[in-house]
């Protein structure tokens, strides 16, 4: 749903940066620029990032799924089927 796609995105980060800092400080002993672009901190937010934001996400929509039935879909009009503005040999 919707709010789990933002809560997703907005958690992951936060979680992300946390971790970052975490990792960072764990290894260095300290915060700074150089042990912030060491390899290990930074691989350890991503992985956080992407796999927090999708469980994140995945539980907001379990719990209140959208029901979406996707019957609109398919009324759509496609726009390689649209030929307006088009000359008639074209």
Do not use: R
């Not at 764990?26 to 991503?46: M, R, Y």
């Not at 379990?62 to 390689?80: H, R, T, W």
Request: aromatic share 6%; charged share 15%; with cysteine.
């Amino acid at each position: 749903n919707a709010v789990g796609a933002i809560a997703g995105a907005w958690g992951g980060m936060i979680l992300a940066f946390i971790t970052w800092f975490v990792v960072a400080q764990a290894q260095s002993g300290e915060i700074t620029v150089d042990s912030l672009g060491k390899l290990e901190p930074n691989l350890a937010g991503n992985i956080v990032a992407i796999v927090s934001s999708g469980l994140i996400h995945v539980v907001c929509s379990l719990v209140k799924p959208q029901n979406y039935d996707f019957k609109s879909m398919g009324e759509i009009k496609m726009l390689e089927d649209d030929q307006s503005g088009l000359d008639p040999k074209d």
